[in-house]
């Protein structure tokens, strides 16, 4: 079992940053793949960042070269920078935990209770 505790969303306004953390109830460290996820009014959950435990990373494309997720095993915790923010990144951002790497396009593992993010001016 692991607890999962999002934390830095907000309102910002377009174009603005935003730095997105979760903290782990335990060691992140092993096999594992620690991801963001967000979920808009009407829309489905989907992937937007996700990085294993050996340092590889993926991005849905509408935000790469914007986010970048990292992650320290020291502190249990995985961080989601976010830029050039626009409207249509408004969503819930929920943080997930898999053993593993790799379909995530499946809703599986541990996840966040969320942080809503709003961009709007």
């Known amino acids: 079992q692991v607890q999962l505790v999002e934390s830095g969303g907000g309102l910002v306004q377009p174009g603005g940053s935003l730095r997105l953390s979760c903290a782990a109830s335990?060691?992140?460290?092993?096999?594992?793949?620690m991801g963001w996820y967000r979920q808009a009014p009407g829309k489905q959950r989907e992937l937007v960042a996700a990085?294993?435990?050996?340092?590889?990373?993926v991005y849905a494309d509408s935000v790469k070269g914007r986010f970048t997720i990292s992650r320290d095993n020291a502190k249990n915790t995985v961080y989601l920078q976010m830029n050039s923010l626009n409207p249509e990144d408004t969503a819930v951002y929920y943080c997930?935990?898999?053993?593993?790497?790799?379909?995530?396009?499946?809703?599986?593992?541990?996840w966040g209770q969320g942080t809503q993010v709003t961009v709007s001016s």
């Open positions: 997930n935990h898999r053993s593993g790497s790799g379909n995530y396009n499946y809703m599986i593992g541990f």
């Open positions: 335990r060691s992140i460290f092993g096999l594992n793949t």
């Open positions: 990085m294993t435990s050996g340092g590889s990373t």
